[in-house]
């Protein structure tokens, strides 16, 4: 059974980093994209990058550009998102998420993970 | 600020259909494949509709995707209490390179 579980959202101060993990199982990890999405309290959706199966290739969105950083070890299934110089505005829940083949959805996804950015 | 707008709510009895509405541009919409997610407050999004039509297995033919020009639509017949959630369309942006949401639209099943 495929599954994506994430870990490692916590409370953080402004200006903190934080890294978060997705551990995947049940599928070939290898052969997809994966991304991460976001949801602030009482907001929508917000995508926040893709990255390729070799990692040759990322994607951000622009308010995450120069903090964030998403990474993946294919030996370990793992999918990361380094985020640093954290902001009230970054607070959300944060999910992992596996791209379909073809075009860009996000067909498999994880419970998400808590990150709260506050003094 | 989303570039995809959707209308914030959309309701109907059990059985009615419903249509929710996406609109963009020619740098998303326009140009690329339109995705759907259905989302229970507190879940794992679900994704409803990729490719602009096409149904993951698993997902009732209930759900259907449509497009015109720089606008898309969800629509759901037959509405069951447990359709409740709420709904966001999403595709790629050309210009600002990167994958985009829409706003949301909450559905109520009255």
């Known amino acids: 059974e495929e599954q994506l579980v994430e870990s490692g959202g916590a409370l953080v101060q402004p200006g903190g980093s934080l890294r978060l993990s997705c551990a995947a199982s049940g599928f070939n990890f290898r052969k997809h994209w994966m991304s991460w999405v976001r949801q602030a309290p009482g907001k929508g959706l917000e995508w926040v990058a893709f990255i390729r199966e070799d990692g040759s290739k990322k994607y951000y969105v622009d308010s995450v550009k120069g903090r964030f950083t998403i990474s993946r070890d294919n030996a370990k299934n793992s999918l990361f998102l380094q985020m640093n110089s954290l902001r009230a505005e970054d607070t959300a829940m944060y999910f992992c998420?596996?791209?379909?083949?073809?075009?860009?959805?996000?067909?498999?996804w994880g419970q998400g993970t808590l990150v709260t950015v506050s003094s | 600020q989303s570039v995809l707008t959707q209308p914030p709510s959309a309701s109907g009895t059990p059985g009615q259909r419903v249509t929710i509405s996406c609109s963009g541009s020619s740098s998303n919409i326009g140009s690329n494949a339109v995705n759907w997610y259905q989302h229970l407050p507190g879940t794992a999004p679900k994704l409803l509709i990729y490719?602009?039509?096409q149904r993951p297995s698993g997902v009732p033919d209930r759900f259907s995707g449509s497009k015109s020009g720089t606008s898309a639509s969800l629509a759901i017949s037959g509405l069951h209490s447990e359709d409740e959630a709420d709904y966001y369309c999403a595709s790629w942006d050309d210009s600002l390179n990167g994958y985009v949401f829409g706003t949301g639209t909450e559905v109520t099943v009255l």
């Open positions: 998420a596996r791209v379909g083949h073809g075009d860009y959805n996000l067909g498999y």
């Open positions: 490719n602009t039509y």
